[in-house]
């Protein structure tokens, strides 16, 4: 098993930045994928952006793209997503998510049903 814990979020201005990270625990010697998603209230969970296990692939979603920066530090289990430029359309709560994945994998998938583990949310709101 693996525990997913997010930090970071909160409240800002439009145009302004913000910050959320993720750290896993627990099953973390194997390889894995990292993702974020958002779901705003009324609608569907959405992509936001993935990132490889080396690092050397991403995605993002077409609405965030130019704005929005995914990283990760594999000696600490952890994942950033740096936000600029924030709109009050970015609102939503944050989940990152993991998918286990073989080591030389470069796999970095847009699709919720591909991850395997959740972390419980955290809240952005971007004020206008």
């Known amino acids: 098993q693996v525990q997913l814990v997010e930090s970071g979020g909160g409240l800002v201005q439009a145009g302004g930045s913000l910050s959320v990270s993720c750290a896993a625990s627990?099953?973390?010697?194997?390889?894995?994928?990292w993702g974020w998603f958002r779901q705003a209230p009324g609608k569907e969970r959405e992509f936001v952006a993935a990132?490889?296990?080396?690092?050397?692939?991403?995605n993002y979603a077409d609405s965030v793209k130019g704005r929005f920066t995914i990283s990760r530090d594999n000696a600490k289990n952890a994942v950033n997503l740096q936000m600029n430029s924030l709109k009050p359309d970015d609102t939503a709560v944050y989940y990152c998510?993991?998918?286990?994945?073989?080591?030389?994998?470069?796999?970095?998938?847009?699709?919720?049903?591909?991850?395997?583990?959740w972390g419980q949310g955290t809240q952005v709101t971007v004020a206008s």
């Open positions: 998510a993991i998918r286990l994945v073989p080591y030389s994998s470069t796999y970095a998938s847009t699709q919720v049903t591909d991850y395997n583990y």
């Open positions: 627990g099953r973390t010697s194997s390889a894995y994928a």
């Open positions: 990132i490889s296990w080396s690092g050397a692939r991403t």
